[in-house]
């Protein structure tokens, strides 16, 4: 897929949202002008608070442009600066299978109360009639944020829930709303691998005798990945095992007797991909390889908006989750 180009933009400082709309649709009369293709399969919303989190929803959403064709919003929240509107407008050209597809980002900077009423604000930028994708980037929101009205589903990581409160308060979220995990996303080669191992017909009734299992990584991802084990091996939770670690890796315990068994997903440290495999008492099995993408940002993103619809086996998993320690 090709970057998309900028064709045109506007900006202005202390603006009205009146003068963003009409600049807005002076763009739209361009794009009509050089008779490319303007179309939009939803509304996309990036809540990002500083400029590294604006910088990667940007270079992520725009390189979406012609998979996901969608108007960009990109909101900049100050709740304790002095009121202000700063905005900007961007029309954007990408080739979509051999021909121009344009589509627009608006990039509002939201100084003083407004920021804490962002829903009153978005509702002259979101296109009638179609889904709207609402991501917090680097951020789990409140369950009483008024911006979660509006969206039609909602785009979290919950690598940023760095505690229990805050899973608790993703789950709350996932209540109300259909919620797309990009680390659940991206945790699901180790949830493959785990059960393609077990799937062999030497391994499979070790099922029955799981002792323990011990899962590292960061406090998102080895949380969720722990509470997935919890429900699906039907574990009691003083079973699972939580140690930090840069990467996230799976060992599972099975003792029958005198013999024990061991199943795990590692880090292959040479190249970007994970391994799996089984120990059993006869000696360890073949291993299996999966490898991992560079760009995992962009990759999970692309398929949650693939996707907005509810996933049991999350939820099941995030509820889990949250009786686990470590």
Same mark, same amino acid.
């Given at each position: ?54 910088? !990667? ?5 725009? &390189?979406?442009?012609?998979? +996901?064709?969608? *108007? =960009? $919003? ?24 051999? +021909? ?14 407004? !920021?804490?009423?962002?829903?009153? =604000? ?14 917090? @980037? ?38 109300? *709303?259909?919620? &797309? ?15 393609? /191992? ?10 029955? +005798? ?11 991802? *080895?949380?969720? $990945? ?13 079973? /699972?095992?939580?140690?930090? !670690? ?11 007797? &005198? ?52 996933? @049991? ?14």
């Amino acid at each position: 897929m090709a970057d998309a180009v900028a064709l045109d933009t506007w900006h202005g400082q202390g603006v009205a949202l009146s003068d963003v709309t009409k600049a807005l649709g002076d763009l739209r009369h361009q794009a009509q002008e050089e008779r490319s293709a303007r179309t939009a399969v939803m509304t996309l919303i990036a809540v990002a608070p500083d400029d590294d989190r604006e910088h !990667a929803a940007t270079r992520a959403l725009r &390189s979406l442009g012609g998979r +996901h064709p969608a *108007r =960009i $919003l990109i909101l900049r929240p100050d709740p304790d600066s002095v009121a202000s509107l700063d905005a900007r407008a961007t029309l954007y050209a990408v080739d979509a299978g051999g +021909h121009q597809m344009n589509f627009e980002e608006i990039t509002l900077s939201v100084s003083g109360q407004a !920021a804490l009423h962002l829903d009153s =604000i978005v509702e002259a930028f979101t296109v009638s009639d179609l889904p709207v994708a609402l991501w917090y @980037v680097g951020s789990v929101p409140d369950p009483t944020d008024p911006l979660l009205s509006v969206a039609t589903a909602l785009l979290v990581d919950s690598r940023d829930a760095a505690d229990t409160g805050r899973l608790r308060q993703l789950l709350e979220v996932a209540r109300r *709303r259909t919620v &797309s995990d990009l680390s659940w996303i991206r945790l699901r080669p180790w949830r493959l691998l785990l059960a393609g /191992v077990f799937d062999h017909p030497d391994c499979r009734r070790w099922l029955d +005798h799981v002792d323990s299992v011990k899962v590292t990584g960061k406090v998102g991802p *080895r949380k969720l $990945l722990g509470g997935w084990l919890v429900t699906q091996l039907g574990l009691n939770p003083r079973q /699972v095992t939580l140690e930090d !670690a840069r990467h996230v890796e799976i060992e599972v315990t099975c003792r029958d007797g &005198s013999d024990t068994a061991t199943f795990e997903v590692t880090r292959t440290n040479s190249v970007k991909a994970i391994s799996g495999r089984a120990v059993l008492p006869d000696g360890p099995r073949q291993p299996s390889v999966y490898p991992l993408s560079d760009d995992p940002l962009t990759v999970s993103l692309s398929e949650a908006l693939t996707n907005l619809a509810p996933d @049991v086996v999350w939820e099941r998993a995030l509820s889990s989750a949250t009786l686990l320690s470590g």
